[in-house]
């Protein structure tokens, strides 16, 4: 479910359920997790590159899976005080804890907690084809997975508002307009060739000291913007309005899979 790969001094991350667009499992946050505290911890890693495998960066949160588990619900919400990161919240936030340089590369879809886990990233590189989408109002959900403080830094209020409020879809050409990627390319294995190249012939103390500077000066309310995350996703979770915009986006899912085998 994740593939990870050392080449070169760079760690290459690969969401791999490849025949679920790599939506994620509670176990995929597990391994996610566990891999950004193995990658802290070495030395000899200079940069990081997460990916999807399959033609998809992630389509988000397998919710049928998740659903399933309870308890995987309340592992993935819950935290000792209220300012701190959950699971759901480190696989975005913990990107930005590595003193390294990250990037992403999206293709095909990129939705929901896929869309999170790249905002984590330093830098966004996509297909001017793929397809992002802040989706969590479709299931009658916010956005609670730690992207909150970093969206300020990234998108004005107005079109950070109306992306999650919609959960519009939009073209990598449009999220670059938009500033929620970085950088448009339809190879996007040799772009990111070209930055690694000219980012590890600097010297890794400043590219860490430059990334430190930088969060200090976009970072926002960090502890109490992750406690409004959890604590409205949490109370939602409850809500009655929830479990109507749940069955209506399963429904709608399972017309659209109709739809689309029907010949």
């Known amino acids: 479910m994740l593939r990870v790969e050392h080449r070169d001094n760079v760690a290459w991350v690969t969401l791999n359920r490849p025949e679920k667009q790599n939506a994620l499992t509670f176990e995929m946050f597990i391994a996610i997790d566990k891999t950004i505290k193995q990658l802290k911890n070495n030395r000899q890693i200079r940069a990081v590159v997460i990916q999807g495998a399959g033609g998809n960066f992630c389509s988000g949160l397998?919710?049928?899976?998740?659903?399933?588990?309870?308890?995987?619900?309340?592992?993935?919400?819950?935290?000792?005080?209220?300012?701190?990161?959950?699971?759901?919240?480190?696989?975005?936030?913990?990107?930005?804890?590595?003193?390294?340089?990250?990037?992403?590369?999206?293709?095909?879809?990129?939705?929901?907690?896929?869309?999170?886990?790249?905002?984590?990233?330093?830098?966004?590189?996509?297909?001017?084809?793929?397809?992002?989408?802040?989706?969590?109002?479709?299931?009658?959900?916010?956005?609670?997975?730690?992207?909150?403080?970093?969206?300020?830094?990234?998108?004005?209020?107005?079109?950070?508002?109306?992306?999650?409020?919609?959960?519009?879809?939009?073209?990598?050409?449009?999220?670059?307009?938009?500033?929620?990627?970085?950088?448009?390319?339809?190879?996007?294995?040799?772009?990111?060739d070209d930055l690694l190249r000219r980012l590890l012939i600097r010297s890794p103390d400043t590219l860490a000291a430059i990334k430190r500077v930088n969060q200090t000066a976009y970072q926002q309310n960090l502890r109490a913007t992750l406690a409004k995350e959890t604590f409205s996703q949490i109370k939602l979770l409850l809500n009655k309005n929830t479990k109507i915009a749940m069955h209506n986006a399963t429904h709608n899912e399972q017309k659209t899979y109709d739809a689309r085998n029907k010949w």
């Open 62 to 192: 397998d919710v049928k899976s998740v659903m399933k588990k309870p308890s995987a619900i309340l592992r993935l919400l819950f935290k000792w005080l209220p300012g701190n990161a959950n699971l759901a919240q480190r696989v975005c936030l913990a990107w930005r804890n590595l003193p390294i340089p990250v990037i992403a590369l999206i293709d095909g879809n990129c939705f929901g907690g896929g869309l999170h886990i790249a905002l984590g990233a330093d830098y966004r590189i996509t297909t001017s084809s793929a397809q992002l989408a802040i989706m969590e109002s479709k299931w009658g959900l916010c956005p609670d997975m730690g992207s909150g403080p970093l969206l300020p830094a990234i998108l004005s209020y107005d079109q950070a508002l109306k992306l999650a409020w919609l959960g519009t879809t939009i073209s990598g050409e449009q999220a670059v307009q938009l500033g929620l990627a970085s950088e448009v390319s339809d190879n996007l294995h040799a772009s990111c």
